[in-house]
């Protein structure tokens, strides 16, 4: 299957603070790429996704950046909260087929 | 949850016993996913479907067969469960896009 790792599996960052997580795909042809939040007992939620024809997207409070020529993926969370304390999964997906999935990080948010 | 039922949520079942966890979905999504769900390992796909009767494998699908006769429903079967195959099991679904996740099914093979 593909690899799909990240560099950090825990974070800990104070509340208030920027978070940035990081994640490194090894398929060059993967073309569509996804953020989940997983909290504790529940399935994981789609947080903000970014083709492969962008470099950066926005949502609220949070940014995706891409670097293909790296393959890399980070997620930015400005402004940290407790709510945000959770494990958080990058995806990578070829021609909407299937998705590969990271191990995954979990972001502890200390107030 | 995106209209997305999960059946069981939990199981606790003999190793050898045949055990099928059920996933129906409201939405009319063409794509159905099957993932398990480990300790160090992320989610791991064991099988897909792209449709009605259309199936495929996942990373780990040694041990599991799957089952969609109707666009709505897909069925994880072990045919002899494992300890190995406990985990917690999620389901899927997507148009083509981002897949959105049912609230899983524990499953534990004693």
């Known amino acids: 299957g593909e690899s799909v790792g990240l560099h950090l599996p825990t974070l800990s960052v104070q509340e208030g603070d920027n978070s940035i997580i990081n994640c490194a795909y090894s398929n060059s042809a993967s073309d569509y790429f996804i ?3 997983q909290e504790s007992g ?3 939620q789609f947080i903000i996704d ?8 926005q949502g609220q409070r949070v940014t995706v950046l891409l670097n293909k020529t790296v393959k890399h993926l980070s997620l930015q969370i400005a402004a940290t909260q407790p709510g ?16 590969y999935f990271g191990s995954g990080t979990k972001l ?3 107030p | 949850d995106a209209g997305i039922t999960q059946s069981p949520r939990h199981k606790v079942t ?28 992320g989610l791991r796909l064991i099988h897909y479907s792209y449709g009605v009767k259309d199936t495929d494998k ?12 109707k666009t709505e429903d897909f069925l994880l079967t072990l045919e002899s469960a494992t300890s190995s195959q406990t985990s917690v099991y999620f389901c899927a679904i997507s148009t083509g896009g981002e ?7 524990r499953l534990t093979v004693v």
């Not at chain 1, 083709?51 to 997207?57: I, L, Q, V």
């Not at chain 2, 996942?58 to 006769?69: L, N, P």
Request: proline share 4%.
């Open chain 2, 14 to 41: 003999e190793t050898g016993t045949p055990v099928t966890l059920r996933c129906h979905q409201t939405e009319n999504h063409r794509y159905m996913y099957w993932y398990r769900q480990d300790p160090g390992h």
């Open chain 2, 58 to 69: 996942g990373e780990v699908s040694d041990g599991y067969s799957v089952s969609r006769s």
């Open chain 1, 84 to 99: 945000d304390s959770a494990v958080y999964f990058c995806a990578e997906n070829e021609n909407f087929n299937k998705f």
């Open chain 2, 99 to 105: 897949a959105f996740f049912g609230q899983g099914t």
């Open chain 1, 42 to 44: 529940k399935g994981p």
């Open chain 1, 108 to 110: 502890n948010v200390k």
């Open chain 1, 35 to 37: 953020w989940y939040k």
């Open chain 1, 50 to 57: 970014i083709r492969s024809n962008m470099d950066k997207r």
